[in-house]
């Protein structure tokens, strides 16, 4: 016979105490490198800008430009530092957590068995810190695709390995 029991929802576990393992904190300097070399461009266009238009516009917004720039510099490096306080992720026996986000926290939970297939990237820059970024790509919609970015090299191996043998 048919039966379709209620479930109690309080009984569900929830993610949202899951305790999160902190990324590494070297990949601040990451973070920190790709926002100078942003900006370094930035200042670069400002700079050659009121070298090259001799227009009377371009010399009065010129400094304007600057102290702007310098204002958003130190807003996105306050920005860098407190949301990398919020990053974290948590294996658990049957799925993978991970949270990012300061003003728009974001937690996203990939089972494993929706994973497909695992990748351990490492940038230039990344290599120089000893850090990987875990990729973990799910089936179905990309939406459930999970980049992990900031773990140690050997941690995103770990895991990575610990994940293929889950799956398969």
């Known amino acids: ?91 658990r026996n049957h799925d993978i957590i991970y949270a990012k986000g300061l003003l728009m926290h974001k937690r996203t939970t990939v089972p494993f068995i929706r994973i497909q297939h695992l990748e351990t990237k490492q940038s230039f820059i990344a290599k120089k810190f000893n850090l990987a970024s875990l990729h973990v790509y799910t089936a179905g919609e990309s939406g459930g695709d999970l980049s992990i970015s900031g773990l140690t090299f050997e941690e995103a191996t770990r895991i990575n390995q610990l994940l293929t043998t889950k799956i398969n």
């Open 1 to 91: 016979m048919f039966t379709n029991i209620e479930i109690d929802i309080d009984s569900i576990p929830k993610a949202e105490t899951v305790k999160l393992n902190p990324i590494s904190k070297s990949y601040l300097k990451i973070l920190y490198i790709n926002i100078f070399i942003q900006y370094s461009i930035l200042f670069g266009i400002v700079i050659l800008a009121k070298n090259f238009i001799e227009e009377d516009w371009v010399s009065n917004v010129f400094w304007y430009a600057i102290i702007f720039l310098f204002l958003l510099i130190i807003l996105q490096l306050v920005i860098s530092i407190l949301s990398l306080k919020k990053r974290g992720y948590a294996l």
